[in-house]
Nanobody, 116 residues
Framework: QVQLVESGGGLVQPGGSLRLSCAAS????????MDWYRQAPGKQREWVTT???????SYGGSVKGRFTISRDNAKSTVYLQMNSLKPEDTAVYYC??????????WGQGTQVTVSS
């Protein structure tokens, strides 16, 4: 089993920045990729970004150039640096991990609200 705990959400003004953290624990050595998703009210969950075991990254078109995913293997933590935030970035942000044998795990989510 893998446990994921997100933190760092909050209220920020348009143009501001936030950094989300996702701490992984449990049986983490079989994790292939870690991702961030988000879900805005009344909308489907949307993929945001992925980082692979090898360190490769990919981003959704709406966040590319503004968001950066990174990780600290020593802390088993993945980060999402969000810059130039827009009101449309408002959502619950979920951390996710894919275990090569057991499938996908989800965190509980953290709220990000971009508003003046």
């Amino acid at each position: 089993q893998v446990q994921l705990v997100e933190s760092g959400g909050g209220l920020v003004q348009p143009g501001g920045s936030l950094r989300l953290s996702c701490a992984a624990s449990g049986t983490i050595f079989n994790i292939n990729t870690m991702d961030w998703y988000r879900q805005a009210p009344g909308k489907q969950r949307e993929w945001v970004t992925t980082i692979t075991q090898g360190g490769s990254t990919s981003y959704g078109g709406s966040v590319k150039g503004r968001f950066t995913i990174s990780r600290d293997n020593a802390k088993s933590t993945v980060y999402l640096q969000m810059n130039s935030l827009k009101p449309e970035d408002t959502a619950v942000y979920y951390c996710s991990a894919v275990d090569r044998y057991r499938g996908r795990y989800w965190g509980q989510g953290t709220q990000v609200t971009v508003s003046s």
